[in-house]
C-alpha cells in the first residue's frame, strides 16, 4: 500500500463524512415538519421506533440481496437509495432532537448552528473507531430508519379546535 492510497482512503472517508453531515442538516432545515415529526417519535416510543428501524433495515435488505443476485443487478441500488434517504430523514429527527438539547445548554445558538452542530456531533460519533463503528453507528442507522418511516407514513393527529393556539395578530406591537 503507497502513500497515495492511504490518501484516497482518508479522502474518501472524510469526503462521505462532510457529505452526510450536509445531507443532515439540508434534510433538517428543508423537510421541518417532517423531522420534527421524526424527533417526537424518537423522544415518546425510542424501543418501537428501534424496532421497526430493524425490521425495515431486515425487509430492504433481503431485497436488495435478491436484486443484486438477479439478471437486473441494477435494481438493486434502487432500495439501497430509497433505504439512504430514510435514514438521512430520520437522521434529520436525531439531529433536530440533539439541537434542541444543545440550545438548551446555549440559548444564543441559532437553529442552523445548533443543527449544524447536532449533526456534527453524529458524523463524528459514528466515524469514532470501535465503539462508533460497532455500537453507535449501527444503532443509529436502526433508530433513523424507524423514525424516517414514521415521519414519511403517519400524518400527525388534528389538534382539537379547543387545544389550538390562538392566532397572532399584528395589533398592539
Aim: positive net charge; charged residues 10%; aromatic residues 6%.
Amino acid at each position: 500500500m503507497t502513500f497515495g492510497d492511504v490518501l484516497i482512503v482518508v479522502a474518501g472517508i472524510l469526503a462521505t463524512a462532510a457529505t452526510l453531515w450536509a445531507a443532515i442538516v439540508v434534510f433538517s432545515l428543508i423537510f421541518i415538519a417532517k423531522a420534527q415529526a421524526a424527533a417526537e417519535r424518537l423522544e415518546r416510543r425510542p424501543g418501537a421506533t428501534l424496532g421497526v428501524g430493524a425490521s425495515i433495515f431486515v425487509f430492504i435488505g433481503l431485497l436488495v440481496a435478491v436484486l443484486a443476485n438477479s439478471p437486473g443487478k441494477a435494481l438493486a441500488w434502487l432500495p439501497s437509495i430509497l433505504l439512504l434517504a430514510l435514514a438521512v430523514l430520520g437522521s434529520s429527527g436525531i439531529a433536530v432532537l440533539v439541537s434542541q438539547r444543545i440550545r438548551r445548554a446555549d440559548e444564543h445558538l441559532s437553529a442552523f448552528a445548533s443543527v449544524g452542530r447536532a449533526a456534527a456531533l453524529m458524523v463524528a460519533a459514528g466515524m469514532m473507531p470501535i465503539i462508533g463503528w460497532f455500537a453507535i453507528l449501527p444503532v443509529a442507522l436502526l433508530y433513523s430508519l424507524g423514525a424516517g418511516w414514521h415521519a414519511l407514513v403517519v400524518r400527525p393527529a388534528p389538534v382539537p379546535a379547543s387545544h389550538a393556539p390562538e392566532p397572532i395578530s399584528a395589533e398592539g406591537t
